[in-house]
């Protein structure tokens, strides 16, 4: 015959109530975890202009536990005084073929948890963003990419100056 004392009870209720409260501190830490996501930040922001296209160049951070993949780029100038320049855009990836560079539209850029991509054309992974249209007009770009999770970036980019090139630009983060 079994015998229960009472403080035996209390003692097997106690570790059933440690026993819960770390599964529950672990079910909670988890979905912090995978409720943060992504986190996307923009840095290292560059241009280049050609004839009538132009390209944008950046390194892709993400500073979260999931992975997330840009799948929308918008992209919209703005003039010195202020007026916007409607501008088409694409994601673009650089490849050989032969002996000729070609630039080729994609149709997403994936970066992994903790991750870098380098977004700078030939000199990076070939990524990078091509923009269409009236540049010429443009001092400032206003860029937003759109990721796969649902999550905003929205960063700027100052346009070259008659050198080419400009290694100026800041980014933030929405949503």
């Not at 209390?10 to 026993?19: E, G, P, S």
């Not at 390209?55 to 840009?70: E, K, P, Y």
């Amino acid at each position: 015959m079994l015998k229960f004392s009472v403080a035996g009870a209390l003692n097997v209720k106690r570790l059933y109530l440690v026993a819960l409260a770390v599964v529950v501190a672990l079910v909670a830490g988890v979905g912090v975890v995978f409720g943060i996501g992504s986190v996307p930040v923009a840095e290292d922001i560059a241009t280049r202009h050609g004839t009538k296209a132009g390209a944008i160049f950046l390194n892709l951070r993400n500073n979260g536990f999931l992975a997330d993949c840009v799948v929308g780029v918008e992209v919209y100038g703005e003039t010195k005084d202020g007026k916007r320049v409607d501008l088409q855009s694409e994601l673009h990836t650089t490849v050989m073929e032969g002996n000729v560079m070609k630039m080729v539209k994609v149709d997403k850029v994936c970066v992994g948890p903790f991750g870098v991509v380098r977004m700078r054309g030939a000199e990076g992974e070939g990524y990078h963003i091509m923009v269409f249209g009236e540049i010429e007009k443009v001092n400032v770009y206003h860029v937003t990419l759109k990721f796969q999770s649902g999550k905003v970036l929205h960063f700027h980019a100052k346009a070259p100056t008659a050198a080419g090139h400009t290694d100026h630009g800041m980014g933030h983060r929405h949503g």
